[in-house]
């Protein structure tokens, strides 16, 4: 398994802001994810970071909305720009080492 | 389309008393179903991952079983402690990197 910590653990931000959500694994691994979860909804995977090449977003989201880095093989960046009401999730991150782990999430509320 | 639904949405039990959580899945390949418990405020945590049909995985008093087209997780005598929700995912196809979640069931022992 891995240790996976996320910060900020949860945040209220304005509209129009961006909130920017690290992600550290306490061990090296290739692939790294961005879910979000939304009230009382299932999880739903927004990106697929690998380091050193672009992340691979699903369909329905957008770099320009939620760009993420991934500088090195522990450590990734998932930013929520231009915020609205609607961006009010929990984002998590999660790692795949054969099963996918997850850290701990964070709780966004957009006002 | 690839989809996991599971039922009951929730589950209100009494400590003791067992019953079923219900798992199913129309996707095309299966490479592995995985069960998840998630705490009010706290990521996902791993509970089991099921490759074929007639496969059981069993911790303390849960105990995950899998067919061609759905997964029951079984808890036996049930604690308050066990009160969470359980989410179901599924891979399949060709990706090794995406999972589908189900939107979980929600359970509540009561002592």
């Given at each position: 398994s891995a240790v996976i910590s996320q910060k900020p653990s949860r945040d209220i931000c304005q509209r129009g802001t961006s909130l920017t959500i690290q992600c550290q694994v306490d061990s090296q691994v290739t692939m790294m994810f961005w879910y979000r979860q939304q009230p009382g909804q299932s999880l739903t995977l927004i990106a697929t970071a690998n380091q050193g090449s672009e992340a691979t977003y699903e369909s329905g989201f957008v770099i320009d909305k939620f760009p993420i880095s991934r500088?090195?093989?522990t450590f990734s960046t998932l930013t929520v720009s231009?915020?609205?009401?609607?961006?009010?999730s929990i984002y998590l991150c999660s790692v795949s080492l054969g099963t996918q782990y997850f850290g701990p999430g964070t709780r966004l509320l957009v006002l | 389309e690839d989809q996991v639904t599971q039922s009951p949405e929730a589950l209100r039990l009494q400590e003791g008393e067992s019953s079923s959580l219900n798992c199913s899945y129309t996707v095309s390949g299966l490479r592995g179903l995985f069960w998840y418990r998630q705490d009010p405020g706290k990521g996902p945590e791993f509970l089991f991952t099921l490759y074929s049909a007639g496969e059981e995985k069993e911790k303390e008093r849960l105990k995950a079983t899998l067919t061609k087209k759905e997964s029951f997780l079984h808890i036996t005598?049930?604690?308050?402690?066990?009160s969470a929700t359980y989410l179901c995912a599924v891979q399949a196809g060709e990706r090794d990197d995406k999972i589908i979640f189900g939107k979980g069931t929600r359970l509540h022992i009561l002592p």
């Open positions: 500088p090195n093989l231009n915020l609205s009401p609607e961006d009010s | 005598a049930p604690k308050p402690e066990d």
